[in-house]
């Protein structure tokens, strides 16, 4: 088989098509997963005993659980028992707190290493709790743990292909859909790496430029 360069710009639209679903359902996935594991480390550090070990129990779940397995029981398994979701926010769910709970342990190993005496010096300013960790503990906390959870959020941009196996319309999906109707699969699937390796530079870049003004900065 030959490459043919008419079908390869018929379906060119429909994977921008899945481009762009890609770009969402990973910007949203990033938040969920950010956010959550953020609000996941504050909690295992504040909660207590009884606290950290729910947490760490849910860690555990989310991280030793395949995520097409997440993903089919979401789609296959939820509705069985009167929850039905749609396919993205499936998805999306799935993604974020899969991948909250691996960054959470990035933000934990941020806040261990934060100087004792940071904390030491608020207390005796003061300063009341919620003002340590808002204005204080969670700032350095990000700020550590930003290379980490830049390269998670990349993870995440390629992780949204398993999203083609509940129907949504990612890049892969639209795709394996171009390939099925035409039987032709050579274009499809070389446009959709080609893409993907695109779409992959953006973060590689700002990964990197993070990176050198960090050495920078400790110079």
Not at 32 to 60: D, K, Y
Not at 121 to 145: M, N, Y
Not at 172 to 182: F, H, I
Not at 190 to 199: Q, R
């Amino acid at each position: 088989m030959t490459w043919d360069w008419s079908y390869a710009v018929q379906i060119l639209p429909d994977l921008l098509w899945g481009v762009w679903v890609t770009v969402v359902v990973t910007a949203a996935c990033s938040a969920v997963a950010l956010v959550g594991g953020l609000g996941i480390a504050v909690i295992a550090s504040i909660g207590g005993r009884t606290g950290r070990t729910c947490m760490r129990a849910m860690i555990e779940l989310f991280r030793g659980v395949p995520i097409l397995v997440l993903l089919y029981f979401g789609f296959y398994a939820l509705p069985q028992i009167g929850l039905t979701l749609p396919p993205i926010a499936i998805g999306v769910l799935v993604l974020g707190v899969v991948y909250a709970a691996y960054c959470s342990e990035v933000y934990r190993g941020a806040l261990i290493t934060i100087p004792t005496g940071i904390h030491d010096a608020c207390v005796a300013l003061g300063l009341p709790t919620r003002v340590v960790w808002l204005k204080v503990l969670l700032p350095l906390a990000i700020q550590r743990s930003m290379p980490a959870l830049i390269n998670y959020v990349l993870v995440l941009y390629r992780q949204s292909a398993f999203l083609f196996a509940i129907g949504v319309p990612v890049l892969l999906a639209r795709a394996q859909v171009a390939g099925y109707q035409s039987f032709r699969y050579l274009e499809p699937y070389t446009l959709a790496g080609l893409l993907y390796l695109l779409l992959n530079i953006p973060f590689v870049y700002l990964l990197h430029r993070y990176r050198m003004a960090h050495v920078e900065a400790n110079a």
